[in-house]
């Protein structure tokens, strides 16, 4: 849509080439197997494989630790574009990139220097993990708990919802370590830990969508991690890390709801046109343009608000407000575009033999994954009332 194509050519020719490559990887090597493999449920190993030889694990990673070191909004451009082909594919790397990021800008120049340079070749493949099986919209309420014992820390607990957590080679966790801190977020750290004794993952949970990539359950029974795992080096401030963790994974569901839209806008435009109804293509009759029309505008609207919130997290700004505002719109509208598609597609829509069913399964993920809908109108309402308070 011509809005992308603006979009690209405010970015450098680099970064114009970096997201035409993941746009022909897409077609190429994901739409033609990504049907059966979501069917089969079934890890996509080569594609994985492929991702890490094209640099795509370090896409945003620094390039003085390797990485290709492109921008939150070329980042964004990268994700519509896998989501396009299949939404999972970007889950492999969006925990991965959400733990970088807060290595990056929190983590100590010797954890910087260990961690960043073998995540972006995919060496390292890093999870991500703050809600538990009774604390999820509400993170002060997590129980699990690290104790300092010499040189390591101790956990114990349970966490929950962990994409990557079978084949990721660490995991960004949030504890408390001050149980009795008052209020709870400024008991809490983050770690980096590696997968050993102690950490027991579960069996993947059974899902609607989102197939292919796998979400766990991990327990730390008396698993101990080095102290120099401890993001940043000081306790009391992983609320904080995480949190601005989110930030970003929240510009990336936002591209994601963008990208399965698209999918669902240009499945739904080309059916309209092939499908013959009464003696001519139902793109013809007012009821489908209606719907192709809503999309079409709605998928806009969400594209921009992403960009808006990418471009604000470039300048360095805080960016929870455009954030919040373009996951909201771009989760809501791609749900509402899946929607569509069923409307437009008809009973076939409702068949596994159009990518239509699938897409209507994987959109609700996105109104809950990094926090959802609701939260995003408390985060909204409460940054308006502190940008427009009456003095």
């Given at each position: 849509?011509?809005?992308?194509?603006?979009?690209?050519?405010?970015?450098?020719?680099?970064?114009?080439?970096?997201?035409?490559?993941?746009?022909?990887?897409?077609?190429?090597?994901?739409?033609?197997?990504?049907?059966?493999?979501?069917?089969?449920?079934?890890?996509?190993?080569?594609?994985?494989?492929?991702?890490?030889e094209?640099?795509?694990?370090?896409?945003?990673?620094?390039?003085?630790?390797?990485?290709?070191?492109?921008?939150?909004?070329?980042?964004?451009?990268c994700?519509?574009?896998?989501?396009?082909?299949?939404?999972?594919?970007?889950?492999?790397?969006?925990?991965?990139?959400?733990?970088?990021?807060?290595?990056?800008?929190?983590?100590?120049?010797?954890?910087?220097?260990?961690?960043?340079?073998?995540?972006?070749?995919?060496?390292?493949?890093?999870?991500?993990?703050?809600?538990?099986?009774?604390?999820?919209?509400?993170?002060?309420?997590?129980r699990?708990?690290?104790?300092?014992?010499?040189?390591?820390?101790?956990?114990?607990?349970?966490?929950?919802?962990?994409?990557?957590?079978?084949?990721?080679?660490?995991?960004?966790?949030?504890?408390?370590?001050?149980?009795?801190?008052?209020?709870?977020?400024?008991?809490?750290?983050?770690?980096?830990?590696?997968?050993?004794?102690?950490?027991?993952?579960s069996?993947?949970?059974?899902?609607?969508?989102?197939?292919?990539?796998?979400?766990?359950?991990?327990?730390?029974e008396?698993?101990?991690?080095?102290?120099?795992?401890?993001?940043?080096?000081?306790?009391?401030?992983?609320?904080?890390?995480?949190?601005?963790?989110?930030?970003?994974?929240?510009?990336?569901?936002?591209?994601?709801?963008?990208?399965?839209?698209?999918?669902?806008?240009?499945?739904?435009?080309?059916?309209?046109?092939?499908?013959?109804?009464?003696?001519?293509?139902?793109?013809?009759?007012?009821?489908?343009?209606?719907?192709?029309?809503?999309?079409?505008?709605?998928?806009?609207?969400?594209?921009?608000l992403?960009?808006?919130?990418?471009?604000?997290?470039?300048?360095?700004?805080?960016?929870?407000?455009?954030?919040?505002?373009?996951?909201?719109?771009?989760?809501?509208?791609?749900?509402?575009?899946?929607?569509?598609?069923?409307?437009?597609?008809?009973g076939?829509?409702?068949?596994?033999?159009?990518?239509?069913?699938?897409?209507?399964?994987?959109?609700?993920?996105?109104?809950?994954?990094?926090?959802?809908?609701?939260?995003?109108?408390?985060?909204?309402a409460?940054?308006?009332?502190?940008?427009?308070?009456?003095?």
């Amino acid at each position: 849509m011509e809005s992308l194509l603006i979009a690209e050519q405010q970015l450098s020719t680099e970064q114009r080439e970096i997201v035409g490559m993941v746009r022909t990887f897409v077609e190429k090597e994901i739409m033609p197997v990504q049907h059966d493999l979501e069917h089969d449920n079934t890890y996509p190993d080569e594609i994985v494989r492929q991702m890490k030889e094209l640099g795509l694990f370090g896409l945003a990673i620094p390039e003085e630790f390797g990485g290709g070191g492109v921008n939150f909004k070329t980042y964004a451009l990268c994700i519509e574009e896998i989501c396009r082909g299949w939404m999972s594919i970007a889950g492999v790397i969006n925990t991965h990139f959400i733990t970088a990021y807060m290595i990056g800008e929190f983590g100590t120049d010797e954890q910087k220097q260990r961690f960043l340079p073998k995540m972006a070749t995919g060496e390292y493949h890093m999870a991500y993990s703050m809600s538990e099986p009774g604390a999820g919209s509400d993170v002060q309420a997590i129980r699990t708990k690290a104790r300092r014992d010499g040189d390591d820390y101790v956990i114990n607990g349970e966490k929950m919802w962990v994409t990557n957590g079978e084949r990721s080679t660490h995991v960004a966790v949030l504890v408390k370590t001050d149980p009795e801190a008052d209020p709870p977020h400024k008991g809490m750290s983050t770690f980096i830990a590696a997968k050993g004794d102690g950490l027991t993952v579960s069996k993947p949970i059974d899902k609607l969508g989102y197939k292919g990539v796998e979400t766990t359950a991990l327990s730390f029974e008396d698993y101990r991690v080095p102290a120099t795992d401890l993001l940043g080096g000081v306790e009391g401030v992983g609320f904080k890390h995480m949190m601005s963790g989110i930030e970003v994974g929240r510009i990336n569901v936002a591209a994601r709801g963008v990208g399965v839209a698209r999918r669902a806008f240009e499945e739904s435009i080309r059916y309209a046109q092939e499908r013959q109804s009464m003696g001519k293509p139902i793109a013809q009759h007012q009821a489908i343009q209606f719907h192709l029309a809503n999309m079409a505008t709605k998928i806009e609207a969400a594209h921009l608000l992403t960009m808006a919130a990418a471009e604000k997290k470039d300048r360095g700004e805080r960016a929870d407000l455009e954030a919040g505002m373009a996951k909201l719109f771009a989760s809501e509208t791609c749900y509402e575009c899946a929607t569509d598609a069923l409307r437009v597609f008809g009973g076939y829509g409702f068949s596994k033999e159009y990518p239509v069913e699938q897409l209507y399964r994987d959109a609700p993920l996105l109104m809950i994954g990094e926090g959802t809908s609701e939260i995003q109108r408390i985060v909204i309402a409460r940054r308006l009332l502190e940008e427009y308070a009456i003095k």
